[in-house]
């Protein structure tokens, strides 16, 4: 989970949401440590998040550890990393989003950067959790219904952050 931290806003988003393209986007080092942690975006007046269709997320990570050719030993956990529901622990707090599917508005990829790999994994609206749900060890198929459910309510009554505001706050 990539979270970073100014006196104007906090950011959070999680693997498969955008979490490189953030270290990238406010020049640290890739997968290092911020020095911020959940506790640190819970606590400020101005939270926002990166979400991402959770459906798309475990479609993105069973594609990735595929096509990285992550060892089969390594490839479950990989997998359970890059597409573990958390929105739950989101709930209790108010905080504005940044919709997945238009990062690339507030954070253009730049060329000669190492990005994380780009799968464009998209699901329509006739796609349920159990079409694509993939046996783990970490969470049930009900988990996964419970993070989709979560994040439609999100999407429906959450603020967005305009790119302008975006832009502006992280000058």
Known sequence: MFIYCTPNFAVMSNPRCGHTNMYHYFGLPQYSVTGFTLENWEEH?????????PLERVISAEKLSV??????????????????????????????????????????????????YRTDSRVDDSIKPQDIHVENSEYTLQELQQEFDTYKYFMANRERVTVEEWKNLTK
């Open 45 to 53: 007046q101005n939270r926002i998040a990166v979400l991402r269709n």
């Open 67 to 116: 096509d990285r050719h992550v060892n089969n030993s390594r490839r479950g956990m990989f997998f359970i990393e890059h597409s573990r529901p958390y929105m739950h622990m989101l709930l209790p707090h108010d905080f504005r989003i940044i919709d997945f599917q238009d990062l690339e508005q507030y954070i253009p990829r730049g060329s000669g950067l190492l990005q994380s």
